[in-house]
Nanobody, 115 residues
């Protein structure tokens, strides 16, 4: 059973930075792609960033230039470096991993950005 565990969330002031981590229970090389979604209060879950097995990156327009997604295959971990945070980045951030037609999700980590 694949498990994804996020960490690194917290409270930060606008303009600050946080780094989220997503630790997988197995080798992340088995996943076609891994990424991050977020869900703000009373809003739908939305795509944030993803990285493929080959290292290709995609970002939501709202985070381009501020967030960086990366992976450490040796540590079976995916990261989301978030800089220049804004109050509108406040959300629960979820890690996701795709293996074939199956998607796995973590339980999320809360990021709160104060103005």
């Amino acid at each position: 059973q694949v498990q994804l565990v996020e960490s690194g969330g917290g409270l930060v002031q606008a303009g600050g930075s946080l780094r989220l981590s997503c630790a997988a229970s197995g080798s992340i090389f088995s996943f076609n792609r891994m990424g991050w979604y977020r869900q703000a209060p009373e809003k739908q879950r939305e795509f944030v960033a993803r990285i493929t097995r080959g290292g290709r990156l995609n970002y939501a327009d709202s985070v381009k230039g501020r967030f960086t997604c990366s992976r450490d295959n040796a540590e079976n971990t995916v990261y989301l470096q978030m800089n220049s945070l804004k109050p509108e980045d406040t959300a629960v951030y979820y890690c996701t991993a795709d293996a074939g037609n199956i998607s796995y999700w973590g339980k999320g980590t809360l990021v709160t950005v104060s103005s």
